[in-house]
């Protein structure tokens, strides 16, 4: 299915154009200027910009068959993913301790924290911003993130603390807002997307 929020590119070779490369391909990370390839990642570590990040804007919950989704990218303006595990802990004492307790992960709440600039006219931040006054179901669709090195998790999020536009007046319009999971998502390692 075609993104709608790709950039069209001229033929490669034209000066001054970056073509992105899906995770893997092998390029020159040391390339000068003027190289129409991005590079994929500076010495040992891959570069975020891999990262992809999709909402389903048609508020399907159907995690069974993720491909009848209305997919779009979150890409433009966004400047930051941040994962957290939002674990919940029993911390214990025992006698055979000695004075030292224990701690066992009881739950998570999976959940991404999206931020950066708002665009507006681009899919995806539109179908998020359009949320903001929602309560309930209303709020939750699919979500799914492909980390740079092609390993992905996906499953209905519900979407909090939506924050639309804002900011002082001569900046950008800030844009953010938590993707919660609800329940366990599922993870796709990077060798079954190869």
């Known amino acids: 299915m075609a993104d709608e929020n790709t950039i069209p590119t001229s ?3 034209t000066a001054g154009n970056v073509v992105p490369q899906p995770a893997g391909t092998p390029t020159n990370s040391n390339s000068p200027a003027g190289d129409d390839t991005a590079p994929t ?3 040992k570590f891959l570069l975020n910009w891999q990262n992809k990040i999709e909402i389903a804007t ?3 919950t159907n995690v069974d068959d993720i491909t009848k989704a209305k997919w779009a990218r979150l890409a433009a303006g966004i400047n930051n993913l941040t994962p957290a595990e939002n674990d919940t802990t029993a911390n214990d ?3 055979d301790g000695e004075g030292f307790g224990t701690s066992d992960v009881t739950s998570k709440r999976y959940q991404f924290t999206v931020a ?3 665009v507006y006219g681009d899919a995806a931040q539109d179908y998020i911003a359009s949320k903001m006054l929602e309560i309930g179901d209303n709020l939750k669709t699919l979500m799914r993130v492909t980390f740079a090195d092609g390993s992905q998790v996906y499953g209905i999020v519900t979407l909090t603390n939506i924050v639309p536009a804002g ?3 001569g ?3 800030t844009f953010s807002f938590v993707a919660v999971f609800n329940g366990k998502p599922k993870f796709v390692p990077a060798s079954a997307n190869k």
């Open 167 to 169: 900011g002082q007046p």
């Open 11 to 13: 033929a490669a070779g």
């Open 171 to 173: 900046a950008k319009q």
């Open 41 to 43: 990642n500076i010495g």
């Open 58 to 60: 048609d508020g399907l």
């Open 116 to 118: 950066g600039h708002r």
């Open 93 to 95: 004492e025992y006698y």
